[in-house]
């Protein structure tokens, strides 16, 4: 079975940074491209980022470019996220997801939110 | 203009059936484009349902029942998730996407209300 397991989201202060983990089980890890996904209080999903198999190539969506990075660690099966500069607006759930288009299996998601 | 758009809400009665819509902006032609659909329940992660660009390109999601079905209509710009046989468990809102210039793009969700 499938599993994804997103952590290490919290509270965190205007401008500050936190780092999300996203634990694979049940498939070749190694073989799926990655993927993040939102979705802030009462609002719909919003794609935040995705990263190819081997991590080499990373794709953003314009609101995190250059404040988020995604990367991932094949030998641990997991996925990650460093959120940096932090506001208000990138308060959310967020999500792992596989593959880069077809979201076949999803995490439950982590929350993350910003605030003084 | 968003790229995705996707009415706020539709009604529909059980047994009925019902057909989401999810219109590409003007300039982006629907032809080429695999379009996605995605089920979420309150408090639950999202669920692929299908990708759909052609009869002859479909991907159904694992598990999902053959009444939900995809398609796309050129002239309207659109793709559409049908839904046939509606249920009580059916109630929940549906978004589309595309992959469109090396990004996901969701569309804004529609809340199906089975009633």
């Known amino acids: 079975e499938v599993q994804l397991l997103e952590s290490g989201g919290g509270l965190v202060q205007p401008g500050g940074s936190l780092r999300l983990s996203c634990a694979a089980s049940?498939?070749?890890?190694?073989?799926?491209?990655m993927s993040w996904v939102r979705q802030a209080p009462e609002k719909g999903l919003e794609w935040v980022s995705g990263?190819?198999?081997?991590?080499?190539?990373?794709y953003y969506a314009d609101s995190v470019e250059g404040r988020f990075t995604i990367s991932r660690d094949n030998s641990k099966n997991t996925l990650f996220l460093h959120l940096n500069r932090l506001t208000t607006e990138d308060t959310a759930v967020y999500f792992c997801?596989?593959?880069?288009?077809?979201?076949?299996?999803w995490g439950q998601g982590t929350l993350v939110t910003v605030s003084s | 203009q968003a790229v995705l758009t996707q009415p706020s809400s539709l009604s529909a009665s059980p047994g009925a059936s019902a057909s989401l819509t999810c219109t590409l902006r003007?300039?982006?032609?629907?032809?080429?484009?695999?379009i996605y659909w995605y089920q979420q329940k309150p408090g639950r992660p999202p669920q692929f349902l299908l990708g759909?660009?052609?009869?002859?390109?479909?991907?159904?999601g694992s598990g999902v029942p053959s009444r939900f079905s995809g398609s796309k209509d050129a002239s309207a710009n659109a793709g559409f998730l049908l839904i046939s046989g509606l249920q009580s468990e059916d109630e929940a809102a549906y978004y589309c996407?595309?992959?469109?210039?090396?990004?996901?793009?969701f569309g804004g969700g529609t809340k199906l209300t089975v009633l």
């Open positions: 996407s595309i992959w469109h210039s090396s990004a996901v793009v």
């Open positions: 003007s300039g982006i032609n629907v032809d080429p484009y695999r």
């Open positions: 759909y660009t052609s009869d002859s390109h479909y991907q159904q």
């Open positions: 997801a596989r593959n880069l288009e077809t979201f076949d299996s």
């Open positions: 049940g498939f070749s890890f190694s073989g799926y491209h």
């Open positions: 990263i190819s198999i081997s991590g080499g190539t990373t």
